[in-house]
């Protein structure tokens, strides 16, 4: 970012309440103690904090404008610009969004219901081939955090992946019309969300959203293995389908695992090439498909694709395969559906094959009238894997129970109310040589298992 004060007051339809001469401003920040010199500090009002009683602060830390939506709260004495705006969450979003309108960028949007985050991932090593690449860093994936994402953009960028949530309908529709994607890509439809929007057909037709605002010339790229998404396929002018079916455009095949590797021949599109992929499970050669997809399209030959999957850095707990002194541990506690829990149980029945098996099973939130089957059916997977031990976190552990017991399961079952009541019995659980999934919604906090794990081994 790299704007006049004049400029921005211009883009959000504010005034300018005081004259400090032309100021530019760099950077953008929400938060006063992430503020540094000639920033942006735009205050939201909170639940517990308000972001008004920190304009001081911002300022002492180097904010050089302030938006405010009121003008009591303007300051002539403190050495920054005020611009008056209607509405700080809207003036944002209008700053981005005409920010990005005089960028020559290129954006690639990634929503789903699981595996955005390490689609994300994929794809901006894929791009870094090519480009500078800028990519939403940790959950900044919603309607401020995108804003703020394209502001941290500047003109040596030639990529931008933006990763978008959403809960609601109409809610990824703001962020599409804001970041204006070249590339919109849809991972999958799951469980996720169901509490809100009831079934799978309005899921997929929130995540469709994306492409609301797809440049003229836009591509979409869609897992052609979802029956949910089968419906946009014709919507599209320019599309790629990717997926385990041989009817896709790209499509894996001979997946197998080598260590913590795994190994697939990927065709069409008029390439026929083998990939070692840094990760485990078949949800992530999905994952990866999708990422060679926009490479390809970018004109990314496969074997330099091929060498920037080697060295990807992925978001932290998200399958995270971490060999410790005495257990192997699988650290995917970011968040959790149905889909990525059958996942990551596969992972770990893989992984964990001729070792015990121990699976922390947090709650899954967000299904709704959903809730009850999805546990039930991850504890049908848990047992049908062979997992030894089931320990489950949360209010809904007898229906993993439940859903174990009857596909069979004969090993040990233990429940905690919450994730600090469970990090206590850690070394009572686990035993050394074992395999051990950690995976749970992120409300459940299955964070705190991880770090009592890598403590005690």
Same mark, same amino acid.
């Given at each position: 970012? @790299?704007?006049?004060?004049?400029?921005?007051?211009?883009?959000?339809?504010?005034?300018?309440?005081?004259?400090?001469?032309?100021?530019?401003? /760099?950077?953008?920040?929400?938060?006063?103690?992430?503020?540094?010199?000639?920033?942006?500090?735009?205050?939201?009002?909170?639940?517990?904090?308000?972001? #008004?009683?920190?304009?001081?602060?911002?300022?002492?830390?180097?904010?050089?404008?302030?938006?405010?939506?009121?003008?009591?709260?303007?300051?002539?004495?403190?050495?920054?610009?005020?611009?008056?705006?209607?509405?700080?969450?809207?003036? %944002?979003?209008?700053?981005?969004?005409? #920010?990005?309108?005089?960028?020559?960028?290129?954006?690639?949007?990634?929503?789903?219901?699981?595996?955005?985050?390490?689609?994300?991932?994929?794809?901006?090593?894929?791009?870094?081939?090519?480009?500078?690449?800028?990519?939403?860093?940790?959950?900044?994936?919603?309607?401020?955090?995108?804003?703020?994402?394209?502001?941290?953009?500047?003109?040596?960028?030639?990529?931008?992946?933006?990763?978008?949530?959403?809960?609601?309908?109409?809610?990824?529709?703001?962020?599409?019309?804001?970041? *204006?994607?070249?590339?919109?890509?849809?991972?999958?439809?799951?469980?996720?969300?169901?509490?809100?929007?009831? /079934?799978?057909?309005?899921?997929?037709?929130?995540?469709?959203?994306? +492409?609301?605002?797809?440049?003229?010339?836009?591509?979409?790229?869609? $897992?052609?293995?979802?029956?949910?998404?089968?419906?946009?396929?014709?919507?599209?002018? *320019?599309?790629?389908?990717?997926?385990?079916?041989?009817?896709?455009?790209?499509?894996?095949? $001979?997946?197998?695992?080598?260590?913590?590797?795994?190994?697939?021949?990927?065709?069409?599109?008029?390439?026929?090439?083998?990939?070692? %992929?840094?990760?485990?499970?078949?949800?992530?050669?999905? @994952?990866?498909?999708?990422?060679?997809?926009?490479?390809?399209? +970018?004109?990314?030959?496969?074997?330099?694709?091929?060498?920037?999957?080697?060295?990807?850095?992925?978001?932290?707990?998200?399958?995270?395969?971490?060999?410790?002194?005495?257990?192997?541990?699988?650290?995917?506690? #970011? $968040?959790?559906?149905?889909?990525?829990?059958?996942?990551?149980? *596969?992972?770990?029945?893989?992984?964990?094959?001729?070792?015990?098996?121990?699976?922390?099973?947090?709650?899954?939130?967000?299904?709704?009238?959903? /809730?009850?089957?999805?546990?039930?059916?991850?504890?049908?997977?848990?047992?049908?894997?062979?997992?030894?031990?089931?320990?489950?976190?949360?209010?809904?552990?007898?229906?993993?129970?439940?859903?174990?017991?009857?596909? &069979?399961?004969? &090993?040990?079952?233990?429940?905690?109310?919450?994730?600090?009541?469970?990090?206590?019995?850690?070394?009572?659980?686990?035993?050394?040589?074992?395999?051990? %999934?950690?995976?749970?919604?992120?409300?459940? *906090?299955?964070?705190?298992?991880?770090?009592?794990?890598?403590?005690?081994?």
């Amino acid at each position: 970012m @790299n704007l006049t004060t004049s400029v921005i007051a211009k883009y959000v339809d504010g005034i300018k309440l005081s004259s400090k001469g032309e100021i530019m401003v /760099t950077n953008c920040v929400i938060d006063s103690r992430k503020a540094v010199s000639n920033s942006l500090f735009i205050p939201f009002k909170g639940e517990r904090v308000n972001g #008004y009683d920190y304009i001081k602060n911002a300022v002492e830390n180097g904010s050089s404008c302030i938006f405010i939506e009121d003008e009591r709260y303007f300051d002539p004495e403190l050495p920054c610009e005020f611009i008056l705006v209607k509405d700080n969450v809207t003036a %944002l979003q209008q700053l981005a969004s005409n #920010y990005r309108n005089g960028l020559n960028l290129k954006v690639i949007g990634v929503t789903g219901s699981n595996g955005k985050t390490t689609t994300k991932d994929l794809v901006a090593t894929v791009t870094s081939v090519q480009g500078k690449t800028l990519k939403t860093q940790g959950n900044l994936n919603n309607h401020l955090g995108l804003p703020l994402t394209l502001l941290n953009c500047d003109e040596s960028h030639e990529f931008a992946v933006l990763e978008m949530g959403m809960s609601q309908l109409g809610e990824i529709d703001v962020l599409s019309k804001i970041a *204006k994607p070249d590339i919109g890509i849809i991972t999958n439809i799951g469980e996720s969300h169901l509490e809100n929007l009831k /079934t799978k057909e309005n899921i997929a037709k929130a995540k469709g959203e994306i +492409f609301n605002h797809l440049k003229p010339d836009g591509l979409g790229i869609l $897992n052609g293995d979802d029956p949910y998404l089968t419906n946009l396929i014709n919507t599209l002018p *320019k599309i790629i389908t990717y997926g385990l079916r041989e009817n896709n455009q790209l499509y894996a095949t $001979n997946i197998h695992r080598i260590g913590n590797s795994t190994v697939f021949q990927v065709k069409g599109l008029g390439i026929d090439e083998t990939i070692h %992929l840094p990760l485990l499970g078949e949800h992530n050669v999905y @994952n990866c498909l999708a990422a060679i997809a926009v490479g390809l399209n +970018f004109g990314i030959h496969i074997k330099d694709i091929k060498e920037s999957l080697l060295d990807l850095q992925l978001t932290g707990m998200r399958t995270e395969i971490l060999s410790l002194n005495e257990i192997t541990l699988i650290n995917d506690c #970011y $968040n959790a559906s149905e889909t990525s829990t059958k996942a990551a149980l *596969k992972v770990l029945g893989d992984l964990g094959k001729g070792k015990i098996k121990i699976a922390f099973l947090g709650d899954m939130l967000e299904l709704g009238d959903y /809730t009850e089957q999805a546990h039930f059916n991850v504890g049908k997977e848990a047992a049908l894997i062979g997992v030894e031990k089931i320990i489950t976190v949360g209010q809904y552990g007898k229906y993993i129970k439940s859903g174990a017991l009857n596909a &069979g399961f004969k &090993g040990e079952f233990l429940s905690f109310s919450n994730s600090q009541q469970g990090r206590e019995y850690i070394k009572d659980i686990i035993i050394p040589g074992a395999t051990v %999934l950690v995976k749970g919604s992120r409300g459940i *906090k299955m964070e705190q298992i991880v770090e009592r794990i890598k403590e005690e081994f």
